[in-house]
Structures are given as C-alpha cells and as structure tokens.
T-cell receptor
C-alpha cells in the first residue's frame, strides 16, 4: 500500500487545451474525492464517488469538468478548453474507516 | 454559502511554546471536525479530529477543544517543535459525506528554533 497516487505531478498547458489527471486511491477504499486548491487557500470540494457512482458534484464543477471512476478503482478528472482560472492544485483523496487520505496532487498551470 | 473562518492567517511561535489556531463554523451536516496539516508540495494529512460527544480530544502534543454552543473549535499544540512548521487547516462537513468538507483558509505556522 503506497498511499493515494496522482499523475502527473505537474502539468503545464496552453489555454484552450484539454487535460486529464489520474488518481489511484488506496486499494479497498470505496470513496474517492476530488478537491481543488489555489495558493494560500484551503481545498475546495469538487466531487466524490462511492465505488463507480458519482454521488455529488459541486457548483464549482462547470460543464468543462468531467470526472469518472470506471469499475470503482482509479479515477480521472478531465478539464476541457482550459482557462487561466483553472490553474490550481488538484487533489484526490480516498476514505476508509473514518479517515481521509490525500495524494500529493497535480499542479496545473494554464498559460 | 457555508463558511469556516480560521484565524490567525499566520503564526510564529518559539520552540517549546504553545500554538493556538481557532476556527468558527456556521452549520454542519455531521458532527465531525478535523484538523489537517500540510507541508509544501504535499497533500493535506489528517492530524486530529473530534466528534462533539466530547468537548476535548488529545493526541500527544495536539489537542482539539470544541464549543458546540459557540460553533467554535480550536487546535492547541504544546511544546511546539520546528518540525511542526506547516500550514494547518480546519474543516467541517457540509454535504452527504463526512469528507465532503468545507475548509478554512489555513494558518501558516512557523516554529522558531
């Protein structure tokens, strides 16, 4: 068990391009969360899954954002037509037995 | 829009001193109040959490104090060490899961040797 793994660690893209991030949760963790964090702020909830079902989506998650968790294992977060305001750290977390475990995040920079 | 207000924004404490960070919340979906610690380049890590059937929880040098009527909770770190230097976040659940959290803005803690 190596913890929650996120790839890539850093992503630099040009405005208007699509990007996709991957999260591999800790095995046996049935809940998976996506958060976004900007510099100097606390994380903001985006969405969460229980197994493969996406149960909740924040209003922050515009229609340019889509998250999936096929087969209830890894998850992907895609941002289409990126904007400079999308620049942030995207954090994934999984939970089991009362504890939430975060990955190290993907730092997105949109130029 | 639910809010969690955290103070101070930054804190400098001498080694061996007591660090105190405060949080106030509006409403929560569940009675579960965690504190997270985050080092640069890393995701947040759960430090300590309380369910308010008790007013205080202690784990080692870290203590959460909870005041339900005032909707406030605080983190106390005794015998603060340079390794405690990090950003600390309080959070409160607002949705259908304990971990659908709304977070404070963070406190950057620096422990001077």
């Amino acid at each position: 068990d190596t913890g929650v793994s996120q790839n890539p660690r850093h992503k630099i893209t040009k405005r208007g391009q699509n990007v996709t991030f991957r999260c591999d949760p800790i095995s046996e963790h049935n809940r998976l969360y996506w958060y976004r964090q900007t510099l100097g702020q606390g994380p903001e909830f985006l969405t969460y899954f229980q197994n493969e079902a996406q149960l909740e989506k924040s209003r922050l998650l515009s229609d340019r954002f889509s998250a999936e968790r096929p087969k209830g294992s890894f998850s992907t977060l895609e941002i289409q037509r990126t904007e400079q305001g999308d620049s942030a750290m995207y954090l994934c977390a999984s939970s089991y037995r009362g504890k939430l475990f975060f990955g190290s995040g993907t730092q997105l920079s949109v130029l | 829009q639910q809010q969690v207000k955290q103070s101070p924004q930054s804190l400098i404490v001498q080694k061996g001193g007591i660090s105190i960070i405060n949080c106030a919340y509006e409403n929560t979906a569940f009675d579960y109040f965690p504190w997270y610690q985050q080092f640069p380049g890393k995701g947040p890590a759960l430090l300590i959490a309380i369910r308010p059937d008790v007013s205080e929880k202690k784990e080692g040098r870290f203590t959460i104090s909870f005041n339900k009527s005032a909707k406030q909770f605080s983190l106390h770190i005794i015998d603060s060490q340079p390794g405690d230097s990090a950003t600390y976040f309080c959070a409160a659940p607002f949705g259908g899961s304990n971990y659908q959290l709304i977070w404070g803005a963070g406190t950057k803690l620096i422990i001077k040797p």
